[in-house]
């Protein structure tokens, strides 16, 4: 490697290489290490965790055929492992994907819908997650099947049901979340197409008119019958901010119903991590630096987003992934508290051998491997 610069953030380029561990800010974990060439999804992270001006040490790699590049990743002979989702599981989730599209479909011209067919899959999936939390490791798996908006809707229940799980909530309550994630962006119906469906990021204009979907899901609820006033207002709020930036009417803190909490540390984190006409899904470890970061900006709840991290297995084992050594290998376990530095296993010369990533805080996932 060549000389070290001190570059401005903004001027960080792909395919420098890090000359320094960049940490998180308040828990000093590394969250890329020193050494690491930048790329695209690099500079997005340390964009969003350090201040514009701020300054890091970079250096400009060697020419191919000058320095001693070593070889890419390769295939070491672990078999693909089969899925460990379960049948139970896989048709739950598919049927909540097609009723939700049917729903949403069928609403899309008329007054009000029937809500029944879509309470219960509501009841399906707290069921499912009351006797088995887990589910939702399988849905990172899942997750990329058809359109953005009910796949999207389908993962936001899940994910919120699953944090109201584990904040204590009782199962009538994990019930009424889930239809909230399940209907939550129902007022994106209302606005027009090639807005909700621009392939790249909106205007400020477009931006505006998005924002009215809060607003308008909960003026369609409001006209459905059977759909009980927490549901309401948890659709109404799920953009709302503890600091009162959110929309649309700007509330703070306690202000917030305790589901628009839930649903909207769901909702942030169901975007960050899918994949994007304009933009690559995170992957969940750095999802979850997001919404850590969304804390300390006072967005999103501290407990909420906390109990989310902590608790949800979101690299289950079978998983396959690339780590940043170039080494590829799959999960074989978690640590119930730290369920985003999972150990790994990998083939070293010929034999099977663990790396726990909650111990060797250099080694990152760097891709999961469908
Ligand atoms: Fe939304
Ligand atoms: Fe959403």
Redesign the pocket.
């Known amino acids: 490697m060549g000389e070290i610069y001190t570059i401005p953030i903004e001027k960080l380029v792909p395919g420098l290489v890090l000359a320094e561990d960049i940490r998180h800010a308040q828990t000093g974990v590394v969250l890329i290490p020193s050494g690491t060439p930048i790329d695209e999804r690099h500079l997005a992270r340390l964009k969003y965790f350090r201040h514009a001006g701020e300054e890091i040490k970079c250096m400009v790699p060697e020419p191919p055929g000058v320095a001693d590049v070593s070889s890419p990743a390769i295939e070491t002979g672990i078999k693909p492992l089969p899925l460990t989702v379960d049948e139970t599981t896989r048709k739950i989730y598919i049927k909540a994907f097609e009723t939700t599209k049917k729903f949403f479909s069928k609403y899309k011209n008329i007054e009000y819908a029937d809500i029944q067919a879509i309470k219960a899959v509501a009841e399906n999936i707290s069921a499912q997650i009351v006797r088995n939390p887990a589910i939702l490791s399988h849905v990172a798996i899942l997750k990329a099947i058809d359109s953005y908006t009910f796949s ?2 389908v993962n ?1 229940a899940i994910y919120a049901a699953a944090l109201a799980h584990f904040l204590g909530h009782s199962t009538a309550e994990i019930n009424g979340i889930c239809l909230a994630g399940l209907l ?2 129902i007022g994106k119906l209302d606005i027009p197409r090639k807005i909700v469906e621009k392939p790249g990021p909106l205007t400020e204009d477009e931006y505006k008119i998005m924002q009215k979907h809060a607003l308008l899901g909960y003026l369609r609820l409001k006209k459905t019958p059977h759909i009980n006033e927490n549901v309401l207002a948890a659709v109404s709020q ?1 953009h709302e901010k503890i600091d009162g930036s959110g929309y649309y009417r700007g509330l703070k803190g306690d202000e917030i119903h305790p589901w628009a909490i839930i649903l909207a540390v769901a ?1 942030v984190y ?2 960050l991590t899918t994949d994007r006409v304009y933009r690559t899904a995170l992957l969940p470890h750095e999802g979850a630096e997001i919404l850590m970061a969304s804390c300390s900006l006072n967005h999103l709840e501290f407990n909420a987003v906390k109990f989310f991290t902590e608790k949800i297995p979101f690299y289950p084992p079978g998983t396959r992934v690339v780590l940043n050594t170039g080494e590829i290998g799959y999960i074989m376990a978690y640590h119930v508290n730290t369920p985003l530095r999972p150990i790994v296993n990998i083939n070293r010369e010929g034999k099977g051998s663990m790396i726990d990533l909650s111990r060797n805080h250099t080694v990152m996932i760097t891709r999961i491997i469908r």
């Open positions: 999207h809707s936001v939550h962006d799920h909702d169901d975007a």
